[in-house]
């Protein structure tokens, strides 16, 4: 789950954020099988695994598939890997059609207590900030994108507003290779004051880019379309703008709600693959909003899958492209 690091430090242990909301629209039952794409510390899994369904857990952070391996219960499988492949893995285990897919999008709060995975500029550590084992690190982007590549980064994932004088200030500071030094350089960019850290944007820029989060959650999305059974249903946890306007915009082609893109014009609309829960996303309560500060950004959409075939992903039209030359 993704944590507005802006916020004062959490109390300790894992909280699933609007489990209550999650279940409700979910509504899993004994004898459904219900894919949580976003195993995490598996909060969600263990509610839904007590309501008597059975339940298959995906992610591609090694601690977190440690973690789901643990956990005993025959009704359970772990897959290491990621959940826009979630069609993939449940072809793999013969499974056909599910009951229901669960998303908690973004980075969670395991991932950001642990100093050495590079999350979290409230510790130091190395800069790196991968989910899984592969690809760039953060330190791969801050010493070798060109600066005007690291600004487009900065403003389109972070929606860092002094971008380009963030991005020149880190070019002028390599090489980093912490997250301490990194932190650092954006406190000297910017003028500290009320509201959040002078690194949060920063850091949830190259976070986002290092796992292509966005692109993530958008093939999750057409994934869960061609695997929910007809009544099936998709719920989706977000945590900021970027990540609730994709979700809100694939919820409102697939609905009907929306006329294509400029990228695939259409002249007549396919059947409607989801029918939407409501027309607004949930927000957590005040009350747990108060007890848990992880909730405080967090909205929910939620939809059922109707018979109609799936659709083709149009990626660019859900997707802000950010090209890093060299990366």
């Known amino acids: 789950m993704t944590l507005g690091e802006g916020h004062p430090p959490k109390a300790p242990g894992h909280i699933p954020v609007m489990l209550n909301e999650v279940l409700a629209e979910l509504a899993p039952k004994a004898g459904e099988t219900i894919v949580d794409g976003t195993f995490g510390g598996g909060g969600y899994t263990r509610a839904i695994l007590a309501a008597g369904a059975s339940v298959v857990g995906i992610d591609r952070d090694p601690a977190a598939v440690a973690r789901g391996r643990a956990l005993g219960d025959p009704k359970f499988t772990m897959v290491e890997g990621t959940f826009g492949a979630m069609d993939e893995h449940v072809a793999r285990l013969g499974i056909g059609a599910v009951d229901g897919v669960v998303l908690d999008v973004g980075v969670s709060s395991y991932q950001l207590d642990q100093a050495e995975r590079g999350f979290s500029f409230r510790s130091d550590g190395p800069l790196d900030m991968r989910m899984g084992g592969d690809g760039p690190t953060a330190a791969d982007i801050c010493n070798h994108a060109d600066v005007s590549d690291l600004a487009h980064l900065l403003r389109t994932f972070g929606e860092e507003r002094h971008a380009g004088r963030v991005a020149r200030a880190i070019v002028a500071a390599r090489p980093l290779t912490t997250t ?5 350089v954006c406190e000297r960019a910017l003028k500290a004051g009320p509201g959040i850290h002078p690194a949060t944007r920063t850091f949830q820029a190259l976070r986002i880019a290092v796992n292509d989060e966005l692109g993530e959650l958008a093939r999750g999305l057409a994934a869960a379309e061609q695997i ?3 009544g099936g249903r998709l719920v989706v946890v977000a945590f900021h703008s970027l990540e609730d306007r994709i979700v809100k915009r694939f919820l409102a082609e697939r609905s009907g709600a929306a006329g294509g893109s400029r990228h695939m014009p259409v002249v007549s609309a396919p059947p409607a693959t989801f029918i939407a829960s409501a027309k607004r ?7 747990e909003a108060a007890a848990n500060p ?6 929910l959409r939620a939809a059922t899958r109707t018979d109609a075939p799936a659709q083709p992903l149009d990626l660019a039209a859900l997707v802000p492209h950010v090209r890093l030359k060299g990366i």
């Open 228 to 230: 929910l059974r007809a």
């Open 180 to 184: 301490a030094a990194l932190a650092a």
């Open 281 to 287: 996303a949930l927000a957590a309560s005040e009350e």
């Open 294 to 299: 992880r909730a405080r950004s967090a909205k």
